[in-house]
């Protein structure tokens, strides 16, 4: 039997990875010591990994394909195929970044003013290379962790750190000067393994649901009735991805509608709709939305 070697990322993506892989249809069970989680699929071997090590394995044959970060692939020169970008996040909110940073009181303001000083970041093999095709000189070094404390105590001139929305920056008391990539998940596969028609069909297969849960988050459906002459009146104020389904009653002059919208807009709409002549409203959870 034909098996898929899968790289699931341990750490500070696993909860959401493992939720969303539940929602795509995939139960996984995770024990606390255990780096070989159990999953309702005989065709897929799963196996936890950090996201920092993801990419060098994928490379390398050892698994077949796994979930990682963008600033990883690029931190290991990573030769591998992004098979497809998932959006953990919600839509309205920003890939991460990883800015350059330093103290609110240095004299430092641009990255041309860190020729010849000490950067300390977890990202140090990409963070070099930044730096190096700018043509500034900078001596880079390993941090293990609590990044904003080396420069904040003066053990570091600045830290190249990740960062969403830059809050956790500001509250320390540093300031962005540059940003040295952006980042987003995405599903990475071996070349060989890709190469392989039932290795893909089976990847594009996990990739079609993981994205169908994903794009269902945060909408639902929501289904009413109404009599034809307050048809367009509800059409005229009723959003959706797509054009409503509108289907005849049984009922002489009265339509079923059927349409999927975000879930913060119910609240607003429903009364709306009622106010307009709708009955019968349902809104309904859903699972997956696969285009």
Same mark, same amino acid.
């Given at each position: 039997? /034909?098996?898929?070697?899968?790289?699931l990322?341990?750490?500070s993506?696993?909860?959401?990875?493992?939720?969303?892989f /539940?929602n795509?249809? &995939?139960?996984?069970?995770?024990?606390?010591?255990?780096?070989?989680p159990?999953? =309702?699929?005989?065709?897929?071997?799963?196996?936890?990994?950090?996201?920092?090590?993801?990419?060098?394995? !994928?490379? =390398?044959?050892?698994?077949?394909?796994?979930? #990682?970060? $963008?600033?990883?692939?690029l931190? @290991?020169?990573?030769d591998?195929?992004?098979?497809?970008?998932?959006?953990?996040a919600?839509?309205?909110?920003?890939?991460?970044?990883?800015?350059?940073?330093?103290?609110?009181?240095?004299k430092?303001?641009?990255l041309?003013d860190?020729d010849?000083?000490?950067?300390?970041?977890e990202?140090?093999?990409? #963070? *070099?290379? &930044?730096? *190096?095709?700018?043509?500034? @000189? !900078?001596?880079?070094? &390993?941090s293990w962790?609590?990044?904003?404390?080396? !420069?904040?105590?003066?053990? !570091?001139d600045?830290?190249v750190?990740?960062?969403e929305?830059?809050?956790?920056?500001?509250?320390?008391?540093?300031?962005e000067?540059?940003?040295v990539?952006?980042?987003?998940?995405?599903?990475?596969?071996?070349?060989?393994?890709?190469?392989?028609?039932? /290795? *893909?069909?089976?990847?594009?297969?996990?990739?079609?649901?993981?994205?169908?849960?994903?794009?269902?988050?945060?909408?639902?459906?929501?289904?009413? @009735?109404?009599?034809?002459? @307050?048809?367009?009146?509800?059409?005229s104020i009723?959003?959706s991805?797509?054009?409503?389904?509108?289907?005849?009653?049984?009922l $002489?002059?009265?339509?079923?509608?059927?349409?999927?919208i975000?879930?913060k807009?119910?609240?607003?709409?429903?009364?709306?709709?009622? $106010?307009?002549?709708?009955?019968?409203i349902?809104?309904?959870?859903?699972?997956?939305?696969?285009?």
């Open positions: 039997m /034909k098996v898929l070697k899968l790289g990322p341990k750490g993506l696993q909860e959401k990875t493992l939720e969303i /539940k795509g249809g &995939f139960n996984i069970s995770v024990s606390s010591r255990s780096y070989t159990s999953i =309702d699929d005989v065709e897929i071997k799963p196996t936890l990994l950090r996201a920092q090590e993801m990419s060098r394995y !994928v490379a =390398d044959g050892v698994l077949d394909c796994g979930i #990682t970060g $963008e600033d990883w692939i931190e @290991n020169n990573s591998v195929i992004r098979v497809d970008e998932l959006l953990y919600k839509r309205t909110l920003n890939p991460v970044r990883w800015v350059v940073a330093v103290r609110d009181d240095s430092i303001k641009k041309k860190l010849g000083k000490r950067i300390a970041t990202l140090a093999n990409y #963070t *070099k290379k &930044f730096f *190096k095709d700018q043509k500034i @000189n !900078v001596d880079v070094e &390993f962790g609590a990044t904003e404390v080396k !420069v904040k105590t003066g053990l !570091v600045a830290i750190e990740l960062t929305t830059g809050e956790s920056l500001r509250a320390n008391g540093l300031t000067i540059a940003t990539c952006t980042s987003t998940t995405k599903f990475i596969a071996n070349k060989e393994a890709y190469k392989d028609e039932w /290795k *893909k069909k089976k990847m594009n297969y996990i990739l079609l649901l993981l994205k169908g849960a994903l794009e269902a988050r945060d909408k639902v459906g929501l289904k009413l @009735n109404v009599k034809k002459e @307050n048809l367009q009146k509800i059409l009723l959003p991805l797509k054009k409503p389904t509108i289907s005849s009653l049984t $002489e002059g009265w339509y079923a509608l059927e349409v999927i975000e879930e807009e119910v609240r607003k709409l429903l009364p709306l709709f009622k $106010e307009n002549g709708a009955e019968g349902i809104e309904y959870p859903l699972n997956k939305l696969i285009y």
